[in-house]
T-cell receptor
Framework: GAVVSQHPSRVICKSGTSVKIECRSL??????MFWYRQFPKQSLMLMAT?????????EQGVEKDKFLINHASLTLSTLTVTSAHPEDSSFYIC????????????????FGPGTRLLVL | DQQVKQNSPSLSVQEGRISILNCDYT??????FLWYKKYPAEGPTFLISISSIKDKNEDGRFTVFLNKSAKHLSLHIVPSQPGDSAVYFCAATDSGYQLIWGAGTKLIIKP
């Protein structure tokens, strides 16, 4: 099946610093990538949707200036948490939707392994 | 307003028996449904999906049933194995790009 990687898998940083998380589709091209956040014992919360070559679409309540998303190529999207604070500590997961595959595969999202962020 | 609901937060099943996870939805525009499995501190793994033009899809031990009139789908796992212990998420889409997620059901397989 399709593989999506995330880097780093875990990061600890000081309050006020910025952290960049990479999401790569390894064996397919992804026109659309999604960034999710999971709070303990809760479902995944969609933060934003990014399409290659265009600006990301953020969900209501998600600060676009704080969570910068760049989808520079069909295989790479990055999420930068700027001026991180302890309340940003969470598990961030990306997913990618394949380009050019026939339905129903085009509806399927493939998830990365997630990145645990701890802000001290 | 929750468009996708998984009303059982947890389910405990004996190893070897059938596990049935349920999911209800309210949006009649949804036409594609997916089940994901998630272990702690990992990303969700795609399990199985079903299009609204079907009422059943089977893949090995996993079968998904869709009842459009009742706006209900279920995931059957048979026989249940210890490695199936995880949180299972139901998700739906209306041929757009966004998945609408249920809250998840924690499945515990007892030896």
């Amino acid at each position: 099946g399709a593989v999506v990687s995330q880097h780093p898998s875990r990061v600890i940083c000081k309050s006020g610093t910025s952290v960049k998380i990479e999401c790569r589709s390894l064996d397919f091209q992804a026109t659309t990538m999604f960034w999710y956040r999971q709070f303990p014992k809760q479902s995944l919360m969609l933060m934003a949707t990014s399409n290659e070559g265009s600006k990301a679409t953020y969900e209501q309540g998600v600060e676009k200036d704080k969570f910068l998303i760049n989808h520079a190529s069909l295989t790479l999207s990055t999420l930068t948490v700027t001026s991180a604070h302890p309340e940003d500590s969470s598990f961030y997961i990306c997913s990618a939707r394949a380009f050019g595959t026939s339905s129903p595969d085009q509806e399927t999202q493939y998830f990365g392994p997630g990145t645990r962020l701890l802000v001290l | 307003d929750q468009q996708v609901k998984q009303n059982s937060p947890s389910l405990s099943v004996q190893e070897g028996r059938i596990s049935i996870l349920n999911c209800d939805y309210t949006n009649s525009m949804f036409d594609y449904f997916l089940w994901y499995k998630k272990y702690p501190a990992e990303g969700p793994t795609f399990l199985i999906s079903i299009s609204s033009i079907k009422d059943k899809n089977e893949d090995g031990r996993f079968t998904v049933f869709l009842n459009k009139s009742a706006k209900h789908l279920s995931l059957h796992i048979v026989p249940s194995q210890p490695g199936d212990s995880a949180v299972y998420f139901c998700a739906a889409t209306d041929s757009g790009y966004q998945l609408i997620w249920g809250a998840g059901t924690k499945l515990i397989i007892k030896p």
